[in-house]
């Protein structure tokens, strides 16, 4: 910040009265904070996050926007530079949206698999997020725009997740959760943080002394904004004191003149509201805020290089986990295209991180577009989702300004799908959106004669008549599930005769219902027709008919969302079935996973590939293409183990209180041992390590050599080694060093990864590959004594290609230093 900006924010918080300063601190509606006109200060504008920025308005519709890789997506590539690259293209996308910070990056660790927000966060371990965070957030803000790293911290479940304390030790707080967070203040410079929603240790992360003051501003230095989740902060002077700058959404619940008074009652000190102030003004600078006086315009802004970046990024992140050789696809023979995500574009998770994308390219399309469609036959198999399909067509709403549905409609429109997202503005304002109802009446024509099914689940009471009888009642039946951020119900199913080709009325209605915590409005209406056994028999009859089968499974976000963890990692309905039947029929049978994480596969020793494809934004169907033809080389390597079983996971336990929670605690018992640290622990062979990920080319490594010359001068260490490409294609790797202690103290992981780095390289060719450590990497966390400690004596370096594949061993010996935790 130069001096002039800096003793402009001094005089401006100099000029303001005491309620323009606290009106800075909370927003004025759902994205955004008020400008000051007196002052001459503009609006703050905020938006999702963390794939893409949505805008403004509801998480449904609104303007399109990119759709890029989810998180997980983005930990499989280790690309540093890449993620970097998404960071300025994400800057233009937020500036798309009239923005000035974007709700990003998602760095909860993937501390249990079932974790219902994994696919928005990168990685199980710490390191490769903080250094993936890092590079993001570096690219953002090198365009002006604010990052607003999330959630600070202990956020990795959803279940009751707006009440839920995470008892984590602080060496695991210090060595695990903490680390991405740190080094995106330390190393990227941040300019903002977003607390949880949980408590820490029995305390709202947005009122944590230890952890926004100590912590985050004492020792770390920040400089930056704090702002809450949305809904997540639940006091006046205790969040201001604590550090909370911004309470959000608004309008306000807690500040307003509620800060007012507490300032007059002196239970906030002037200096402490003018610290949020200026940290406040300090930001609005730095985005540009300050002096924005545009009018609000958000526009799509679909960019050809948007879609080549989107497309290079979501093939890097594809993961191939096996693969007898048939992989890339040769020879011109007829392949059968099965399962229920080859023509359904699964681009994203669920939850706040959802947008409306410009366009959604399917594995079907993409297959398409890269082999031609006469070699390409399609059979759906079976379904994967969760609930009923959402019902498509023209719909009417009439709005009632009651929760009865009485009286006349005080405003009516219409919208094209039997669903909705009610948030700040509900009807043009005509009715009070925390109370009102809704008729939402249409028709559906189906396709096929048959027992339908009917399907509704709501954040607020709903049913579903048709042809005027009521089928689906989540009304009078209404009780909390896991849909709607924990604020609907689980989905309510009746079933009805249709007739195809006769259009069907179809009435909906809502009323609100008092919220927990978060204010929000909302329902889905679906129906669909359940696929019989003879949609098995018919993929099997198509692959035992081509030459190979591409089966295209997993999950959607549906399953992968925010607000709902899974009950198990099984894949969804017949799948797993479908896989076996398939390959039992065509041994040449490749599957195509996307999901959010780990999926039990018994099937996997009968196919003949597996690629894990996430969910890769906009170009899905195109990067995965891609990546089956060989255009583009694998070169993804997972961000998470992936264990046999669920039971091997580390949240995985008889003990409720360590997974799922407990009479509102969940105990992060594992402490520092998470994801691989875990598994070595115990002696667990996964099914494919972190770090794992197959080439069409193959290397090797050699000549590690280890040069402290420079330990005494700053405590770093260089480690190198030659990477060769002893393969007949070009192609891309990750060369991985980890640390482990020789003899310690205290208990500590077998490894840890400390330094990688991804290396292209041409067919035959050999390059030299340097990672350099520094003290830390060497140390651990003494809560007691509260510093880091490299204790004196040996530690071996591991080098390899993945966790489970570490050839290269050197050891280095080190001496006792001790660093305090700033
Ligand atoms: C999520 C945040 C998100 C916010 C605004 C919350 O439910 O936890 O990640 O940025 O909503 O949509």
Redesign the pocket.
Known sequence: MTKALADRIDQLADQMTLEEQVSLLSGQDFWSVAAIDRLGIGTLRVT??PNGARGGGSLIGGVKSACFPAGIALGATWNVSLLGDIGVALAQEVKSKSAHML?AP?VNIHRSVTNGRNFECYAEDPMLSAELASAYITGLQSQGIGATI??FVGNESEIERTTMSSEIDERALREIYLIPFEWAVKKAGTWGV?SS?NRLNGTFTSEHDWLLGTVLRQEWGYDGIVMS??FGSHSTAETVNAGLDLEMPGPTRDRGQKLVDAVKAGTVSRDTLRQRVIAMLTLMGRVGSLDDHRDFVEHADDRPEHRALIRRAGAEAAVLLKNNGILPLKGDGSIAVIGPNAKTAQIMGG??AQLNAHYRISPWQGLVAALGGDRLHYAPGCTNHRFEPVLKGGFRVDYFANEKLAGEPAYTCSQDEAQAFWIGNVAEGKVDPLHFSARVSGSFTPETSGSHRVGIYAAGFARVFVDGQLIADAWTNWSKGRTF?EEGCDEVVGMVALEAGRAHDVVIEFATKDFAT?GLAAFAAGIGLPLSDDAIAEAVRLARNADTAIVCIGRNGEWDT?GSDLASIALPGRQAELVAAVAHANPNTIVVLQTGGPVEMDWIGSVAALVQAWYPGQEAGNAIADVLTGAVEPSGRLPQTFPARWADNPAHSQDAEVYPGFEGKVRYEEGIFVGYRHYDRLGLTPLFPFGFGLSYTSFALGDLVVDDSAFEADGSVRVSVTLTNTGARDGATVVQLYVSDDASSDPRPAKELKAFDKVWLKAGASAPVTMVLDARAFAFFRPKAQHWLVEHGSFTLRVGLSSADLPLTATVTRTTTLMLPV
Do not use: C, I, P, V
């Open positions: 999702d996050g709700l998602t999330k959630h977003m929603y989740d949305w939850g706040s951020f978060l925010e």
